[in-house]
């Protein structure tokens, strides 16, 4: 069946083609979602009248794609999985785990969209998702993934550092008191008694 696509649908093609589709998929699915319209005179004639401004958007739609790959592109994802001793995911990455952690960064892209490397990742190690965008436009991103247990380490190690230097400190404060200092008045007021005491012994010795 023959039909004029009404907006973009994704690995059919874009606003204001015809294409040729199943009947069941075209009845059951893109004209009731309105993403599309038999194709005959009265349809073609519609499209024709709209062709200006269908390639105003399409022109819109180039540019915005060019702009989303360099952002992409300029990204890297790091995923922190559970995984065994040998390398191996305790389950899978999948291409809605990517488009979650691209949403994080404030870019949206549909998962079914993003491409990996046989449709999943099952182990550690750094890859390549390709990423569709308009057009035959399309996107090359970083994803690297770590095992869970590499971070959880890490802020245990941080942890035990900043405790050593408060235990020093803590320690000098403790002994720091232990050590008194005799007031000078208390040493004025005892150096004339025993210069005293020391004259009386001198004049009962010469007695």
Do not use: W
Request: glycine share 4%; hydrophobic share 35%.
């Amino acid at each position: 069946m023959k039909v004029i696509l009404n907006q973009d649908v994704y690995n059919l093609g874009e606003e204001g083609d015809v294409c040729e589709v199943a009947k069941g998929y075209a009845r059951n699915y893109l004209i009731p979602q309105g993403y599309a319209v038999l194709y005959n005179k009265q349809s073609v004639a519609l499209f024709e009248s709209r062709k200006a401004a269908i390639e105003k958007r399409k022109e819109e739609k180039r540019k915005e794609s060019l702009s989303l790959k360099e952002k992409i592109q300029e990204q890297e994802i790091v995923l922190e999985v559970p995984s065994g001793d040998n390398g191996k995911l305790f389950g899978s990455v999948t291409n809605a785990n990517v488009a979650e952690a691209l949403k994080a960064l404030g870019i949206t892209v549909e998962r079914k969209k993003i491409e990996l490397p046989e449709h999943n990742i099952k182990a550690l190690g750094t890859y390549t998702a390709k990423i569709k965008l308009y057009g035959d436009e399309s996107a090359e991103l970083k994803v690297i993934i770590k095992s869970d247990k590499e971070e959880s380490a890490a802020p245990a190690e941080k942890k035990a550092k900043a405790e050593v230097p408060v235990k020093e400190e803590k320690e000098e404060n403790e002994e720091s008191p232990a050590v008194e200092e005799v007031p000078e008045e208390k040493v004025e007021e005892t150096a004339p008694e025993a210069e005293a005491e020391k004259t009386e012994e001198t004049e009962e010795q010469e007695q």
